[in-house]
């Protein structure tokens, strides 16, 4: 098998690639959360202190939902906020979620996923250079070229962390 990006047929070459890095990601998800148990996707490692799978599953989610909005220029709508949001929760973690099922989390970063390849669809790669606002206040500034990089970046960053969970699991359950 060789691995390589390939743009989508419906968008400019250089966004295609792009969105082909937030793809492979999402593929890559799947197949690291492949077969979790959910009391597995709930556990929130040693002396339970760190963000549970679920928890990661949905601050992905909801952080490329914002990009998605970003590029379309457009604020996110208050339904989808409460539906998938918040950003940040107490004491300025990640907001508690548990019981959510595995399925039910990656349907709904699918879905987010198929809205980011649809404006992926209307936007040229002369449009990568715009730039638009992101931070938890607007307070940076990025091209929509660095912001569909990041997706894929901050994708791969907690993948590493659902990992890491996985592996704490495994030896927990060895323990016990």
């Not at 709930?42 to 490329?64: C, E, F, M, W």
């Not at 039910?104 to 790669?125: A, F, H, P, W």
Request: proline content about 3%.
């Amino acid at each position: 098998m060789i691995f390589d990006l390939h743009g989508e047929e419906t968008m400019s070459p250089i966004v295609g690639m792009l969105f082909s890095a937030v793809k492979e990601n999402n593929q890559r998800l799947h197949v690291i959360t492949n077969g979790m148990s959910q009391d597995e996707v709930d556990y929130k490692g040693p002396d339970n202190i760190y963000n549970s799978a679920a928890q990661l599953i949905r601050h992905i989610t909801y952080v490329d939902l914002n990009w998605v909005y970003r590029l379309k220029g457009q604020l996110l709508p208050q339904h989808l906020k409460e539906e998938y949001g918040p950003m940040i929760g107490e004491n300025n973690m990640l907001p508690m979620i548990k019981g959510m099922s595995l399925e039910m989390l990656m349907l709904r970063y699918r879905n987010v996923l198929e809205m980011l390849e649809y404006i992926c669809s209307q936007i040229t790669d002369a449009d990568l250079v715009k730039v638009v606002r992101f931070g938890h206040e607007n307070e940076k500034q990025a091209t929509i070229r660095w912001g569909l990089w990041h997706m894929a970046d901050h994708s791969r960053y907690h993948q590493a962390h659902i990992n890491q969970l996985r592996k704490w699991y495994k030896e927990n359950s060895l323990i016990i």
